[in-house]
């Protein structure tokens, strides 16, 4: 029943900019921080940033910093990427969790390539 759903990835060229979005189901939304992970190729999943319950960013990864914002709408159980100035090692597979404080669930993620 839970479940996690990515989209809005592909293929965009350096300086390009995409939205992903992560629909969520079968679980108190507004209960749970939500938080974006990419894995590039070859490269262990790694934390991009975080929001929780209240909204407030958090954990955001260093190499993304003013350029990648995350948001929620707690009414329509999605949590946002938004990623301006792509960069080619921004490549990776996105990935949606949700956390509560003793479980978490995963999306089955959406590959966001950049490339000239």
């Known amino acids: 029943q839970v479940q996690l759903v990515e989209s809005g990835g592909g293929l965009v060229q350096p300086g390009g900019s995409l939205t992903l979005s992560c629909t969520a189901s079968?679980?108190?939304?507004?209960?749970?921080?939500m938080s974006w992970y990419r894995q590039p190729p070859g490269r262990e999943r790694q934390l991009v940033m975080s929001?929780?319950?209240?909204?407030?960013?958090?954990n955001i990864k260093d190499s993304v910093k003013d350029r990648f914002t995350v948001s929620r709408d707690n009414a329509k159980h999605t949590v946002y990427l938004q990623m301006n100035n792509l960069k080619p090692e921004d490549t990776a597979r996105y990935y949606c969790?949700?956390?509560?404080?003793?479980?978490?669930?995963w999306g089955q993620g959406t590959q966001v390539t950049v490339s000239s």
């Open positions: 969790n949700a956390r509560a404080y003793d479980h978490d669930y």
């Open positions: 079968g679980f108190p939304f507004p209960w749970y921080i």
């Open positions: 929001i929780n319950t209240n909204g407030d960013t958090t």
